[in-house]
């Protein structure tokens, strides 16, 4: 019961959060600009060249710096992985002035279409990730604050690409034109993917890192995050 309580809540926060964006998206910027939406390469590509494409670029160099990908030949997939590759989807977000509402820069996210996964290759796995309680946060911050304690947070860039996919574990995703039309025009990175290019304009690609997306991914972010802490020397309560 909790459960569905808790699912409720945040599909009826989503709801207002979405409608929120919805009206300023409509009454303060019109709908040449967007405020807290997310678009498509294609819609960035039109709207604001000059400011999707240093984005995207800056997204794909973390993917490959990182090795959360590498490019295979169509030839050597199976006729069933490239049946069911899974799509890159690459969306864009604008990071908003609140002095003039102009837009600073624009931010890209890279993800894969979970919902196209063939949910046999992790059927045995647990893919419950453990999340901390919200009243036990309610509750440091309060004897934080009545103690006087020093509180602080960080964000980890790129957090879940962190963690590595289990070996047994092999996901092939398919890059679209528009992605790899980018990619082949960043020195250096677009001749080795010249060379993996299809006729189509796609490029597959094998996942080695917890990739957004992946059903899997929150739990191995979360496994890496616990043993580094502890190889640390910190204790898990």
């Not at 996210?109 to 063939?118: E, H, P, V």
């Not at 440091?140 to 996919?165: R, Y």
Request: with cysteine; aromatic share 10%; proline share 4%.
């Amino acid at each position: 019961k909790v459960e569905e309580n808790t699912a409720t809540r945040r599909s009826s926060r989503a709801n207002r959060t979405s409608w929120k964006d919805q009206k300023l998206k409509k009454e303060v910027f019109g709908y040449e600009k967007t405020y807290g939406l997310h678009y498509s390469i294609k819609e960035g590509l039109r709207k604001c060249p000059d400011k999707a494409i240093p984005a995207i670029v800056d997204e794909l160099k973390q993917m490959i710096d990182l090795g959360v990908w590498q490019p295979v030949e169509r030839n050597s997939l199976t006729y069933k992985e490239i049946l069911e590759a899974v799509p890159v989807v690459t969306f864009l977000k604008d990071k908003i002035n609140p002095a003039n509402g102009e837009i600073e820069r624009v931010k890209a996210r890279s993800t894969m279409g979970g919902n196209r996964l063939n949910t046999e290759t992790f059927e045995n796995e647990n893919l419950r990730s453990p999340t901390v309680d919200m009243s036990a946060v309610f509750a440091f911050l309060a004897v934080s604050a009545t103690k006087k304690w020093k509180v602080s947070t960080t964000d980890i860039k790129g957090a879940f690409l962190k963690a590595f996919f289990p070996k047994h574990i092999r996901v092939i995703m398919k890059l679209g034109p528009e992605l790899t039309s980018i990619i082949i025009n960043i020195p250096v990175i677009g001749e080795q993917y010249k060379q993996y290019l299809n006729a189509d304009g796609t490029v597959y690609v094998r996942v080695y890192r917890a990739l957004y997306g992946h059903p899997l991914s929150a739990k191995l972010w979360h496994k890496h995050l616990s043993t580094t802490l502890i190889n640390a020397g910190w204790k898990q309560t």
